[in-house]
């Protein structure tokens, strides 16, 4: 009974979150409708979802949110000065594939997420096979040092939290 009302508990709690935040406003209103959303979403979306994802610590998430968070203000400053002081013919642009030891789908999608957040990369496509990423970086000399750094920041963490 309560895996059909609550089909994806950590979704709703995202929705209603995400929800009081975009209106900007907690009201009783706004939370009353921030949970009817937040229950029926996940519920007409249930079959899209066959495998529910599971947290497998998610004490972990705060400590991986302080390293995105950190990355993201780090390469801001890092991407402001190469747009600022680098002309774009010494850019060293390139595509990595990063190899993936994650499994679950919605570690990758996070995964991919966080590369799409920290500026001067993004996730451009997954394997077939979902055992490797495709990652645009916009400078990078050392393309097995981006490689690690992903692996050892973002996804040892990350397969802490999922798997």
Known sequence: MMNRLLPHPSLTVMIVLVWLLLANDFSIGHLVLGLIIGLLVPRFTGVYWPDRGRLRNPRAILGYLLVVAWDICVSNIQVAYLVLFRRADTLR????????DLRTHDAIAVLAGTITMTPGTVSADTSADGRSLLVHCLDTDDPDALVAQIKDRYERRLKEIFE
């Open 93 to 100: 642009s390139r595509f990595v594939t990063v190899p993936l």
